[in-house]
């Protein structure tokens, strides 16, 4: 990993740790706005020509992640309601 890649990462988990104590304790319905929110405020600053390409990005990006943080959350063994089943 680069330096530059490696401070890049820094500063992201930097942000993510200062955002998670927001989002803990709220329900769903509540969280999936507040996040919506913060997406549509950062497609709102390209240009309306490149914006779908940036939200297609955004969405690939964060499917990349899920398997991840799933992990992070419960193991290797993935998330309770799927033990025995199958993963999307």
Not at 53 to 63: C, F, G, P, V, W
Request: proline share 7%; no cysteine.
């Amino acid at each position: 990993m680069s330096p530059e890649t490696r401070e890049q990462a820094n500063v992201v988990e930097g942000i993510v740790q200062a955002i998670k104590p927001h989002l803990h304790g709220n329900p769903p319905e509540i969280i999936s706005v507040v996040l919506s929110d913060l997406i549509a405020t950062f497609i709102a600053g390209f240009p309306a020509g490149s914006r779908d390409d940036m939200l297609n990005a955004l969405i690939d990006s964060t499917r990349g992640l899920i398997h991840i943080n799933e992990m992070l959350m419960f193991g290797y063994g993935g998330h309770p309601a799927d033990r025995g089943g199958t993963r999307q």
